[in-house]
């Protein structure tokens, strides 16, 4: 997501020197911290430049006009460099992959799968493969908790309860960390259904099984 922290806010570089600008530049070179207005000393050098009359509503549409080019360029700059590489996509996606599995193994250490509602029964109507990513960490927060409180009420299973809880909350994190573009890989492989729903703990471990599994890597 582009950052807009500096939407609004007039760029202040001139207020250091060269090396301090080329120093902000090492630090931040997407620049898009520096503020997406034009300052004055920056419009003045600029229409130095333009035979530009002195009237104010020209000169006022001209800086509107500019600060709109200004900020879409910055935006563009902000975007490309929080575009993750290929190589950290692969990362992200082979850890999702580690904490999928990691999950299935704990799910299927259960002598039976437990019939545990995880939302509103209402659910979601034609949930798409996009509501993997809205939905599913809440749903597997909700496993989680329901894992520990049945862990609360039975010694014999508490140890694989709890680990089944560890595993749901472990995938949860990695995939409400996933950046966007990991998230589209993994999207681009899943059947576009209208049958995501994930309102218990049998069709969330479907949707996890069958539907993301291996495919979230595949190159």
């Not at 190589?87 to 990691?102: G, H, M």
């Not at 299927?108 to 993997?132: K, M, Q, R, T």
């Not at 999207?187 to 259904?193: A, D, I, V």
Request: contains cysteine.
């Amino acid at each position: 997501m582009v950052r807009l922290d500096s939407s609004g806010k007039f760029d202040d570089r001139e207020k250091g020197g060269n090396s301090d600008r080329k120093k902000d530049r090492r630090v931040n070179p997407d620049r898009g911290q520096q503020g997406f207005l034009l300052s004055d000393l920056q419009f003045d050098s600029l229409t130095n430049l333009l035979d530009l009359s002195e009237s104010p509503p020209r000169r006022m549409q001209l800086r509107a006009d500019l600060d709109c080019i200004r900020e879409f360029v910055l935006k563009s700059y902000l975007r490309d460099a929080q575009t993750p590489t290929r190589a950290e996509v692969n990362k992200a996606l082979a850890e999702t992959e580690r904490q999928l599995r990691v999950f299935l193994d704990r799910i299927a250490d259960l002598s039976s799968l437990p019939v545990w509602p995880l939302a509103d029964p209402a659910g979601i109507e034609g949930p798409l493969p996009f509501h993997v990513f809205l939905t599913l960490p809440w749903r597997l927060r909700s496993c989680a908790e329901r894992a520990r409180s049945e862990a609360r009420m039975n010694n014999d299973r508490a140890g694989l309860l709890i680990t089944v809880a560890d595993a749901a909350d472990g995938l949860a994190d990695i995939l409400m960390a996933l950046d966007f573009a990991s998230q589209d890989d993994v999207l681009k492989h899943l059947p576009w259904t209208a049958d995501y729903h994930l309102d218990s703990l049998d069709e969330a471990v479907r949707i996890v099984q069958k539907d993301l599994g291996l495919r979230s890597t595949t190159p």
